[in-house]
Structures are given as C-alpha cells and as structure tokens.
T-cell receptor, first 112, second 115 residues
Framework: EAEVAQSPRYKITEKSQAVAFWCDPI?????LYWYRQILGQGPELLVQ????????DSQLPKDRFSAERLKGVDSTLKIQPAELGDSAMYLC??????????FGSGTRLTVV | AQTVTQSQPEMSVQEAETVTLSCTYD???????LFWYKQPPSRQMILVIR??????QNATENRFSVNFQKAAKSFSLKISDSQLGDAAMYFCAYKQGNTGNQFYFGTGTSLTVIP
C-alpha cells in the first residue's frame, strides 16, 4: 500500500539551531500539506502546496519557518532558529485533486 | 473560519461495549466532508470513517458508524463491540468540498478500552 514517507522519525535539537524535515508524498499526489500537532491538540495546517506552488502558508511563521517543493514531488520544511515552543509533531499529508488524503507517520521534534 | 469542537477530552469503554464520541462543527458552507481519524501511539493518522454533507444516510464502516445531524452541525462516532486495539486518540475533522482544501481538526478525544 502506498504511503507518505517522512524523515527523520524523531529529532532532538538545541534551541537556536536549524532543523529540517523531509516528506515524500504518494506518487501522483499533486497536493502536499505540512501540519503541526502540539501535544494534546489536533493538527494545524502550516503550508499547502499544489505541485510546486504554495497555495496557503498563512499560518506558517515565516520569520523562522520555510518550506519548499522544488520539483513538485518531495518537500522540505525548515526551522531556523528553532525555539522551545516549536516542539511538536510535524505531519505531512498528500492528496489527489479530489480525495485520497493520506498522512505520513510524522516527525517528532523536541527542542531543548 | 471553520471550527470543530470535541467536548470530551477523555472517554473509556469496557471491551465489547459501545461508546459514542461527540463532535460539533461550525460552517456556513453547504458542500463539505466530515471525518473521524484515529491516532494510536505510533502517531500516524488513520482514517476511520468519512461522511459527505450532501448524503443523508449515515456512513458505516464495520463496527464504526456516525450520527450525522446536519441541521444541528453534529457528527458523532459510535464504536460498537469495542476492542483493545480501538484505544487511541480520535480526531473529528472538517474539510470543505473544494479540491485540495485543508482539514480543520478538533482537539481530540482519548479513548481507553478497559479489558
């Protein structure tokens, strides 16, 4: 069964360091999403791509977060510098234009 | 903005019994979808059941069924014959009917299944 691949699975980083997460969506899924899930809460959208273009990044803290999907396939989410409050699960999801929404297993970030 | 509310942070159920998880939502749209996702400790979000707003018939997937009350904007999940493997966080989610729109999630309900 096709899946959304994310790496690393876990990441511990020191405050003020840079950190990056990678997501490889299901082949053929044009839409890719990055969500942040703080412990005890539901996921919240950070950024949405349609192919290589950003569709919605209204909730992305652009002073420290960046996301790219250069070839419209895999994507990288970067945080620089990381802050203690960035500790969370970062979930990637992908979908077809209509339906077929699948989540990855996430990257759990701990900032110390 | 759309909001999804889950008023039960925690629920418990005896194995083999039935439990209902509550969800309400707020929207002015007429074309939308509602979902229940399960998130076990492995943290991957797993789709449990989905309901199209235009369908009057409640969705059912094996032991999982929903009670969709469109006028009341209510979307509860019923789990019958609860199993130990059902223990997880359950999230209610809303998605507009247009292509590629984001999900709006509730804060989740932690379900414990008691042997």
């Amino acid at each position: 069964e096709a899946e959304v691949a994310q790496s690393p699975r876990y990441k511990i980083t020191e405050k003020s360091q840079a950190v990056a997460f990678w997501c490889d969506p299901i082949s053929g899924h044009a839409t890719l999403y990055w969500y942040r899930q703080i412990l005890g809460q539901g996921p919240e959208l950070l950024v949405q791509f349609q192919d290589e273009s950003v569709v919605d990044d209204s909730q992305l803290p652009k002073d420290r977060f960046s996301a790219e999907r250069l070839k419209g396939v895999d994507s990288t989410l970067k945080i620089q510098p990381a802050e203690l409050g960035d500790s969370a699960m970062y979930l990637c999801a992908s979908s077809l234009l209509r339906g077929g929404y699948t989540f990855g297993s996430g990257t759990r970030l701990t900032v110390v | 903005a759309q909001t999804v509310t889950q008023s039960q942070p925690e629920m418990s159920v005896q194995e083999a019994e039935t439990v209902t998880l509550s969800c309400t939502y707020d929207t002015s749209e007429s074309d939308y979808y509602l979902f229940w996702y399960k998130q076990p400790p492995s943290r991957q979000m797993i789709l449990v059941i989905r309901q199209e707003a235009y369908k009057q018939q409640n969705a059912t997937e094996n032991r999982f069924s929903v009670n969709f009350q469109k006028a009341a904007k209510s979307f509860s999940l019923k789990i019958s014959d609860s199993q130990l493997g059902d223990a997880a966080m359950y999230f209610c989610a809303y998605k507009q009917g247009n292509t590629g729109n984001q999900f709006y999630f509730g804060t989740g309900t932690s379900l414990t299944v008691i042997p």
